[in-house]
């Protein structure tokens, strides 16, 4: 776990998880297992992946089509 | 005439008149059934629940039950509240008289599917993610997309006027409604058509336009039992690109820039201030590692014809860029898009001044404000919100969109919403008059600059509905009160929702 900005921890780096400092979440602590964590992370992105789809036969990104850079600033690939 | 400005409980002998009009198995008493369909998700006065839940429970099935229901409500002068999925920020769905709550969920039948002239008719208890599922494989589609899209009902669509997120491309609930079919508040079945009455016609100059008339009541003029609704083509291609801003004030003229390109495949521009990027990159994974150069962002949408789309991205990032604007790449692009189709996935929590983390509703405000008022109103709009949060300490400042509010065009007008968690465990009735308060001061501000009270809720809590005779003083309101009592002459559809309870205030009071 490493704290990447104030109140905020990099919990998973291999899925891109963070998470509020667990010290600001003695009111509602909250004890999400590893595997657990894994299977929401991979829903999530599989829905979005459907609500893609739902919505247009096909998802175009911007820098497949115009000379944008893939990564944004603070991004990297997952 | 007597009329209910205090309104009757419903009796057994209502009870059992509804039981015998459709069926004991659609009228249900049991507290569960009730306390279910006592709020919506917007903040609440959770200290006074009971003062809202409603006497019964009612779930017909077609138009002529509906008709029944009323009619026995005009005959026990009792009230009724239409209720779609229960989804509304603006509490059109919660009984501020008890009553009987008139569920429509079991009218979700799917009634014609017409794709020669390009239309669908359906009872209103249908959800819109459903409708798209049956018509994909028809290479059809219903644009009506809220930020509820997976829960929400058309019918509450059409009670709300809702806003949809590519509205710029497709319109909204209200461009998308080619006809009804309404129960008037004293049980009269009508059809009602854009002028005329022919169902299917989406342009008519016979007669008034009374379809319109319909829309966005919040359930205080009639009960929608059908629609017929506007399909588009599935789109080919969607593109979804955000922006970064190392200013508010950069981030606004690109908006300005981007809403104005002319771009017919633009369904959608969203400007994020600095106070949202600030929330997201305390609790969104994809703006956590955003540098601190970014201060706000813009958001773009395109869909259609995939060649149209790969054109208009270019046009879109040629003028981001010559507006200072810094792509942030794609995942966050497709991600973030995707995910404003279900905003109502997110698990929601808000931070004490002190940074702790506490369960927090939601409150997004929800004013048609004209683009050159945006600056301003963002000031003043967190500026009050920030004084009651240093004073009580149980709301939390979740930031502001600006997004385009126009249908069929991405420029004119923008729905700005400020979002606001409160702690509802910790109201009381002290904590609960400051948040009215506060909601009163943002609608003061809102009409000093020129702008309406609600883009897409409806004007239905307090702290916005006693602002609806200010907003429309120049005759509009009125007209509503007159239109109100002209169709529910007993005051039973919804009653006092929209500030209406003036419509019968001379009236003598029959309780």
């Not at chain 1, 036969?57 to 089509?65: D, E, G, Q």
């Amino acid at each position: 776990m490493k704290q990447v900005r104030k109140g905020v921890v990099l919990r998973r780096e291999d899925l891109h998880v963070f998470e509020v400092d667990p010290a600001l979440m003695t009111r509602v602590p909250q004890d999400v297992t590893d595997a657990e964590q894994t299977r929401i992370v991979r829903n999530r992105w599989e829905y979005l992946d459907w609500m893609h789809r739902h919505f247009a036969h096909n998802t175009l990104l911007l820098s497949a089509v115009t000379e944008a850079p893939a990564h944004g600033p603070g991004q990297s690939a997952h | 005439m007597a009329t209910l400005t205090v309104p009757n409980p419903v009796t057994d002998k209502a009870i059992a008149a509804l039981e015998q009009a459709i069926g004991k198995e659609k009228v249900l008493t049991d507290v569960g059934a009730r306390v279910a369909r006592t709020r919506v998700p917007a903040p609440f006065p959770v200290h006074r629940f009971a003062e809202h839940m409603p006497d019964v429970v009612v779930l017909p099935e077609s138009a002529e039950e509906v008709s029944a229901i009323l009619r026995i409500a005009n005959q026990y002068r009792v009230p009724v509240v239409p209720r779609a999925g229960g989804t509304g920020l603006a509490d059109g769905a919660v009984p501020l008289h008890k009553g009987i709550l008139l569920d429509i969920k079991k009218m979700n039948k799917i009634l014609e599917l017409d794709l020669v002239n390009r239309t669908v008719t359906v009872q209103p208890g249908l959800n819109m993610l459903k409708l798209n599922e049956y018509l994909a494989p028809y290479g059809v589609f219903y644009p009506d997309d809220p930020a509820s899209y997976p829960v929400s009902i058309i019918g509450g669509r059409i009670g709300t006027s809702g806003w949809s997120l590519i509205g710029s491309r497709y319109g909204h609930t209200r461009d998308l409604v080619i006809s009804l079919q309404v129960v008037l508040p004293t049980g009269e079945i009508v059809r009602l058509s854009d002028g005329g009455g022919a169902p299917k016609v989406r342009k008519a100059s016979t007669g008034y336009n009374l379809k319109q008339l319909f829309i966005g009541t919040q359930g205080t003029l009639g009960v929608v039992t059908e629609a017929t609704l506007e399909l588009f083509p599935k789109p080919e291609a969607e593109l979804a690109a955000f922006f970064g801003y190392e200013s508010f004030e950069a981030a606004y003229r690109s908006t300005g820039a981007l809403s104005t390109s002319g771009l017919g495949t633009l369904a959608a521009v969203i400007l994020f201030d600095e106070r949202k990027v600030e929330y997201l990159r305390r609790d969104d994974e994809a703006y956590i590692p955003l540098p601190e150069r970014i201060k706000a962002v813009v958001a773009t949408a395109l869909y259609g014809v995939e060649e149209e789309v790969r054109a208009a991205a270019n046009r879109l990032f040629k003028i981001a860029r010559e507006t200072d604007g810094e792509y942030l790449g794609d995942e966050l692009s497709a991600g973030d898009w995707a995910s404003r189709h279900d905003r109502y996935a997110t698990p929601l929590h808000g931070r004490l001044p002190d940074g702790t983390v506490v369960p927090m509703s939601w409150h997004c405000e929800d004013a048609a404000i004209i683009y050159s008022e945006l600056p301003a109103i963002k000031q003043k709009w967190h500026e009050i919100t920030d004084r009651y949060i240093q004073k009580y300490g149980i709301f939390d400042n979740w930031g502001m969109f600006f997004y385009s509010n126009n249908p069929y065009k991405g420029w004119g007008d923008y729905l700005v919403e400020i979002d606001i968690g409160i702690w509802e465990q910790a109201l009381n009735e002290e904590t609960w008059q400051a948040w009215v308060n506060l909601k009163r001061e943002i609608t003061r501000a809102t009409l000093e600059h020129q702008g309406s009270i609600s883009a897409c809720h409806g004007a239905c809590r307090e702290g916005d509905a006693e602002f609806i005779p200010v907003e429309m003083a120049e005759g509009g309101f009125e007209l509503m009160k007159r239109i109100k009592r002209l169709l529910d002459p007993n005051n039973i559809l919804n009653p006092s929702k929209n500030f209406l309870h003036l419509a019968y205030a001379d009236e003598e009071v029959t309780p």
